[in-house]
């Protein structure tokens, strides 16, 4: 029996209400990193010194995800997710107030570090409250939906606090972090083992350890994943490049950009529906095949129209990747697994959007951003034959529970 969202919707326990309430509070404020590098130009820091501060946030959230899967092992999940908002709110409540680039750049890798300790919660309380492989697609789904909402509001209210201040908004950053951390820990844990009970089985006995040995299917899906999101990690990073050299001006910029936004909030709950109904292993194959032909059409695209069009397009990919991804890699891991796994999923995503970026740009600069797209274009291919053959395969460890 097929399930639709409403449905889910309207059974949506109180955990998950509380969820999407606090993320969405905290979303709305997400002001650090859109406007990290023009407030740093403002306070006469260098270009490539701006640059090195934006990958210590990246480094910071790639040690987080691991970091996180150990910790929850051993802290209850209350505890994690409130070293992880008061820690964020500190740091961007200091950052305006500090006067040294060195203090700035421990504090914004204090922000990726503490901003990526609940994510791996997060996945982890989804998966326990989702009896089913569609149920963890549909709430998947639509808490990126809700996340990018959030996010587009962020940008839009920072355009006009930064006009009156720079220092405001990351004071309403750190202020939003607390109130929504409020709402988060109103979330009943019971689902998640305790920490300190598991720690204490493991400290007993060594045998524990193998229960969170991770299956090789799952580091498989964790490598096709990634391949995708580097490859769409250069819509930040070459693409503006790429349009400059086109001789395109910022606004029409502003139009490709927006286009990610406008088709995540409109074409999310269609997709997440047509996801949950859908073997997951093949809706990534899709969004690996639309981002491959995506950026491997950037060779011959030149005309406004059709860059939006290429952006929609692989937009489409990263919808399915925020549906599917982390309900797949739930369906591999057992309860006991799910922490540290989970864990490990959220650091790739943050590597991967630290190494895409700077990849991307030094393969553009040194070999032409020919020889980028064809690259792009390749390891997606890889991705949907891998996720093709897993679907083939049908391997006993990834079926679906529907």
Same mark, same amino acid.
């Given at each position: 029996?097929?399930?639709?969202?409403?449905? =889910?919707?309207?059974?949506?326990?109180?955990?998950?209400?509380?969820?999407?309430?606090?993320?969405?509070?905290?979303?709305?404020?997400?002001? /650090?990193?859109?406007?990290?590098?023009?407030?740093?130009?403002?306070?006469?820091?260098?270009?490539?010194?701006?640059?090195?501060?934006?990958?210590?946030?990246? &480094?910071?959230?790639?040690?987080?995800?691991?970091?996180?899967?150990?910790?929850? #092992?051993?802290?209850?999940?209350?505890?994690? &997710?409130?070293?992880?908002?008061?820690?964020?709110?500190?740091?961007?409540? $200091?950052?305006?107030?500090?006067?040294?680039? !060195?203090?700035?750049?421990?504090?914004?890798?204090?922000?990726? !570090?503490?901003?990526?300790?609940?994510?791996? =919660?997060?996945? /982890?309380?989804? *998966?326990?409250?989702?009896?089913?492989?569609?149920?963890?697609?549909?709430?998947?789904?639509?808490?990126?939906?809700?996340?990018?909402?959030?996010?587009? !509001?962020?940008? &839009?209210?920072?355009?006009? $606090?930064?006009?009156?201040?720079?220092?405001?908004?990351?004071?309403?950053?750190?202020?939003?972090?607390?109130?929504?951390?409020?709402?988060?820990?109103?979330?009943?844990?019971?689902?998640?083992?305790?920490?300190?009970?598991?720690?204490?089985?493991?400290?007993?006995?060594?045998?524990?350890?193998?229960?969170?040995?991770?299956?090789?299917?799952?580091?498989?899906?964790?490598?096709?994943?990634?391949?995708?999101?580097?490859? #769409?990690?250069?819509?930040?990073?070459?693409?503006?490049?790429?349009?400059?050299? *086109?001789?395109?001006?910022?606004?029409?910029?502003?139009?490709?950009?927006?286009?990610?936004?406008?088709?995540?909030?409109?074409? #999310?709950?269609?997709?997440?529906?047509?996801?949950?109904?859908?073997?997951?292993?093949?809706?990534?194959?899709?969004?690996?095949?639309?981002?491959?032909?995506?950026?491997?059409?950037?060779?011959?695209?030149?005309?406004?129209?059709?860059?939006?069009?290429?952006?929609?397009?692989?937009?489409?990919?990263?919808?399915?990747?925020?549906?599917?991804?982390?309900?797949?890699?739930?369906?591999?891991?057992?309860?006991? #697994?799910?922490?540290?796994?989970?864990?490990?999923?959220?650091?790739?995503?943050?590597?991967?959007?630290?190494?895409?970026?700077?990849?991307?740009?030094?393969?553009?600069?040194?070999?032409?951003?020919?020889?980028?797209?064809?690259?792009?274009?390749?390891?997606?291919?890889?991705?949907?034959?891998?996720?093709?053959? &897993?679907?083939?395969?049908?391997?006993?460890?990834?079926?679906?529970?529907?």
């Amino acid at each position: 029996m097929k399930i639709k969202s409403r449905e =889910v919707f309207r059974k949506l326990s109180p955990n998950i209400r509380y969820l999407y309430a606090g993320l969405f509070i905290n979303g709305i404020a997400t002001f /650090v990193m859109p406007y990290l590098a023009i407030f740093l130009k403002s306070r006469e820091v260098s270009t490539s010194l701006v640059g090195l501060m934006v990958a210590l946030y990246g &480094l910071g959230a790639t040690i987080a995800g691991p970091l996180s899967g150990f910790l929850m #092992q051993r802290y209850h999940p209350r505890k994690l &997710l409130t070293m992880s908002f008061v820690g964020s709110a500190i740091a961007s409540l $200091l950052i305006p107030l500090s006067s040294t680039p !060195l203090l700035i750049a421990f504090l914004v890798f204090l922000i990726g !570090l503490c901003g990526g300790l609940f994510r791996p =919660v997060v996945q /982890v309380l989804i *998966l326990s409250e989702a009896p089913d492989k569609e149920q963890s697609v549909i709430l998947f789904g639509y808490l990126y939906w809700l996340t990018n909402i959030g996010f587009a !509001l962020s940008a &839009l209210f920072g355009g006009w $606090l930064s006009a009156i201040s720079f220092e405001l908004i990351f004071y309403l950053d750190g202020l939003t972090c607390i109130l929504g951390l409020l709402v988060l820990r109103r979330i009943d844990f019971h689902a998640i083992s305790s920490g300190s009970e598991i720690s204490q089985t493991q400290a007993a006995n060594h045998q524990s350890i193998g229960k969170a040995r991770l299956p090789i299917t799952y580091w498989g899906v964790v490598i096709l994943i990634f391949f995708i999101l580097i490859t #769409q990690t250069q819509a930040w990073a070459a693409e503006p490049l790429l349009v400059k050299n *086109l001789g395109l001006s910022t606004s029409d910029w502003g139009y490709i950009t927006a286009c990610n936004g406008i088709t995540i909030v409109l074409l #999310q709950p269609a997709v997440t529906n047509i996801s949950a109904k859908s073997d997951l292993r093949v809706m990534l194959a899709i969004s690996a095949g639309l981002t491959g032909i995506a950026f491997f059409a950037l060779h011959w695209l030149s005309a406004l129209p059709m860059l939006m069009l290429h952006t929609v397009v692989w937009s489409v990919g990263e919808v399915i990747v925020g549906a599917c991804g982390a309900a797949l890699i739930g369906t591999l891991l057992t309860e006991d #697994q799910r922490p540290t796994g989970m864990g490990g999923y959220s650091g790739m995503f943050a590597a991967a959007t630290m190494l895409g970026p700077a990849g991307g740009t030094f393969i553009a600069d040194k070999f032409g951003f020919g020889n980028l797209w064809s690259l792009c274009a390749l390891v997606c291919a890889v991705s949907v034959i891998g996720f093709l053959l &897993l679907a083939v395969l049908n391997d006993e460890n990834i079926e679906s529970h529907a």
